[in-house]
């Protein structure tokens, strides 16, 4: 039972470290709010009843997501936590009972706030002038966006006390009008209209629509290009302090006021609530009324007004207790499947997709579904012709999420797998104990159409302006049938081609040039091995070191390392094992791909030489990435599990079951202040 208890936690965590990604860093949620709050809800109960179960790496332990890529990572003057949210009046009002009981009064207000949905940033006012705007990131550090965020003109680049409070008379005293060091927390968002026009000029160019405001919102701020962003449209609003001198307010709603006669924009839609029965009425009033907004809100946020009262209930590790959202429910609507067709993915994947008769949701016209898989498809038992419910939480891809088996069709027929690609018409198989059915033929148009999407990506390859209309036409005119073909490309030849042009062809050969220095795990994440993603890429980079290594290698050489199951080493084994891949090497090596393996460190001399060591719990002074690159400089090889293949386990404050699953196994145990005394008398 405790060994399925912790497999369940692990596979939990898994899972959520999976969406946080997908949502913070990526912005491309593949689940709902609700279903995420569902998995976290799990997680947080099987911990409190497990408490020796918890280790501080652990979703509940922190805030969700981490940093960007591609900018410099800072770290916030104060945490940027993230909220616990509710559904429904219940939860509302057994969040007030704790509010309630907290602050052993009934003596206290709400402040209650539209949810804006976009993207959270900090911005950091030195002098009333502004000195950096930070991405939320993990919470602890975030990216500078600085010069993104000074092309929103809606964010002043010097604080003005020129706007009076409501009273008519400014909030701020003489001494008070430009404060020495303000950081105030707020949404970057993009307005209906602008997201509209956006996509429309996307479509005249033959680029991918944006799915929402928020992901359109994301994508601006992640450009590298400050005038691009501009062109954005976007939009700033406050919603409340960071770090502040002390008493520079005594409330939320005064330090909005204050916010604003500094001519800072701040959230206009805000009420007080003397209790919650009005809270929930004001929420219930706006999940009426949310479309007639120029922006696009997921709900409301509630606050306790009071700031002494805030550091009263103070926070957990992830959430203020003074504060929680809620979430409006999931928008549905009814419409007709008018047809099923199948797409392909890079791996294979076959992806029934749901063709319907266009209908209104959430802000926008809806028109398809995915359906998952076959397996999934066969147990809805959705069909052409039906009627069915169509979900859209969280402004997420639709899915449909009920069939009206009343008014389905005597006519329908089930939908039945294809035996064959529907691109290829190449042989399809069903994945050993899964559930997805995949096209095997390797040279499927429609696979290397999504490889190559794939292989140029920010996260792997990461080259400019292959974007996906390019890669068709190349593909579809037979110029381009492998990675490698990509670099054979000439100026000619590219400027020749639909929407481009000299100057287009000259970056994108730049562009390509560049991407032949990429280290040896971007080349293996770009690759589009089966399991193998950019953290596999890079355990794999780190214990091999060339490509050539990583080929030679057999089944039980890859399961010996940490991170490496069964399953995965299976999959990177039979992909290097098979002659189209070695060739396809060999022709990336032609064309100029270095493909560098990390940097190791000297292993002779280091008092930790070929160790493998586990680090658990919290150590003063030092983070997690800190330890590894100790363990690292010492020759060790740091770990993230514990098993037969660890040598030490160095454990710090609050360690979790790791240090009981080391004494079961006999694994060396030492404290983390041993540990430390010993490096540096090295």
Request: aromatic share 6%; with cysteine; hydrophobic share 40%.
């Amino acid at each position: 039972m405790a060994q399925s208890v912790e497999k369940r936690i692990e596979q939990l965590r898994d899972e959520i470290r999976r969406h946080d990604y997908l949502y913070y860093v990526k912005s491309e949620p593949q689940i709902s709010d609700l279903q995420y709050d569902k998995l976290f809800a799990e997680l947080k109960k099987l911990e409190q009843e497990h408490p020796e179960l918890i280790t501080p790496d652990s979703p509940t332990q922190r805030v969700a997501g981490r940093p960007l890529e591609g900018f410099e990572t800072v770290r916030h003057a104060a945490a940027m936590l993230s909220m616990d949210n509710t559904y429904s009046p219940e939860e509302l009002r057994a969040f007030d009972e704790r509010v309630q009981k907290g602050l052993g009064t009934k003596q206290y207000r709400y402040v209650v706030e539209t949810k804006i949905d976009g993207v959270a940033v900090s911005l950091r006012y030195e002098r009333g002038r502004l000195a950096l705007a930070a991405s939320r990131g993990d919470g602890v550090n975030g990216d500078d966006i600085t010069a993104n965020v000074r092309t929103i003109v809606s964010v002043p680049l010097k604080l003005s006390p020129a706007r009076p409070g409501k009273s008519g008379a400014s909030l701020l005293g003489e001494k008070e009008k430009t404060p020495e060091i303000l950081e105030v927390r707020g949404e970057v968002f993009m307005p209906v209209g602008e997201f509209e026009r956006i996509n429309k000029e996307r479509a005249k160019q033959s680029e991918a629509a944006f799915a929402n405001p928020r992901n359109a919102t994301a994508g601006s701020l992640k450009l590298l290009d400050s005038q691009m962003v501009a062109r954005r449209g976007l939009r700033f609003l406050g919603y409340a302090l960071g770090q502040a001198d002390a008493g520079w307010a005594d409330s939320h709603t005064e330090a909005l006021e204050k916010l604003q006669a500094l001519s800072l924009p701040v959230n206009p839609h805000c009420e007080i609530a003397p209790d919650i029965e009005k809270v929930i009425e004001i929420c219930n009033r706006w999940e009426a009324k949310r479309i007639k907004l120029d922006y696009q809100i997921d709900g409301m946020v509630v606050k306790v007004d009071s700031i002494a009262q805030q550091r009263r209930l103070g926070q957990t590790s992830r959430a203020p207790r003074w504060c929680i959202a809620y979430k409006f429910a999931a928008e549905r609507a009814e419409t007709i499947i008018e047809s099923i067709t199948v797409q392909v993915g890079k791996t294979g994947t076959l992806t029934p997709v749901a063709n319907m008769r266009p209908v209104p949701l959430a802000g926008t016209t809806v028109s398809r579904a995915s359906l998952h898989n076959f397996d999934e498809l066969a147990r809805k038992d959705a069909r052409v012709g039906d009627t069915v419910l169509v979900e859209k939480a969280g402004e997420i891809i639709p899915q449909v999420v009920e069939v009206k088996f009343d008014k389905r069709p005597k006519s329908s027929k089930q939908f039945s797998p294809p035996s064959k690609c529907p691109m290829c018409q190449g042989a399809v198989a069903k994945d050993e104990g899964g559930v997805y059915v995949r096209c095997i033929n390797p040279g499927c148009p429609a696979q290397l159409v999504e490889r190559l999407r794939h292989f140029a990506g920010r996260g792997q390859m990461d080259i400019e302006g292959l974007g996906i209309a390019l890669v068709e036409q190349l593909v579809h005119k037979g110029l381009v049938k492998s990675f490698a073909d990509l670099y054979r490309l000439d100026r000619q030849t590219l400027a020749a081609l639909e929407r481009m042009a000299d100057k287009s062809a000259r970056n994108l050969l730049e562009a390509l040039q560049e991407s032949k220095q990429q280290p040896l795990a971007r080349v293996l994440a770009g690759l589009g091995i089966w399991h193998v993603g950019s953290r596999v890429a890079q355990v794999l980079a780190e214990e091999f070191g060339a490509m050539e290594a990583l080929m030679e290698a057999d089944r039980q050489r890859l399961e010996t390392i940490d991170e490496i199951g069964p399953v995965i080493a299976e999959s990177i084994y039979q992909f290097f094992h098979n002659r189209p891949t070695r060739k396809l090497i060999e022709e990336l090596r032609e064309v100029g791909l270095t493909m560098p393996g990390p940097v190791r460190p000297k292993k002779s001399g280091g008092v930790l030489a070929g160790m493998t060591v586990v680090v658990t719990g919290t150590i003063e002074g030092y983070s997690r990435n800190d330890m590894e690159e100790l363990i690292k400089s010492q020759g060790g090889k740091p770990s993230g599990s514990v098993s037969n293949k660890t040598d030490l386990v160095v454990v710090g404050d609050n360690p979790g079951s790791k240090r009981d699953k080391a004494k079961q196994l006999g694994v060396k145990i030492i404290s983390a202040q041993e540990f430390l005394k010993q490096i540096i008398a090295s």
